[in-house]
């Protein structure tokens, strides 16, 4: 079983950043896909951002030239850099295996970014 803890998150201005940070339990976090989700007030949790163990990287449309995702394998934690951040990125946003695994889904953490 993998258990993630997400950290980073807080209310922002539009066109600021906030690194999000997640940090994974288990001896398995250097083999997975690992990814970045989101969901907003009465919207589906979304993928934004995914990275395989050999560092593929993909983006959903919405973020790509603005938010970066990352790993170190070393200290099991995956990163989200988000920058030039919109209003539309409000949301708690989480992370988990690509695809997600029901019980690794932690309490996520708000991301505010206001107008």
């Known amino acids: 079983q993998v258990q993630l803890v997400e950290s980073g998150g807080g209310l922002v201005q539009a066109g600021g950043s906030l690194r999000l940070a997640c940090a994974a339990s288990?001896?398995?976090?250097?083999?997975?896909?690992l990814g970045w989700y989101r969901q907003a007030p009465g919207k589906q949790r979304e993928l934004v951002a995914a990275i395989t163990s050999g560092g593929r990287i993909n983006y959903a449309d919405s973020v790509k030239g603005r938010f970066t995702i990352s790993r170190d394998n070393a200290k099991n934690t995956v990163y989200l850099q988000m920058n030039s951040l919109k209003p539309e990125d409000t949301a708690v946003y989480y992370c988990n295996l690509d695809p997600p695994l029901r019980q690794s889904w932690g309490q996520g953490t708000q991301v505010t970014v206001s107008s």
């Open positions: 288990g001896s398995i976090f250097s083999f997975v896909t």
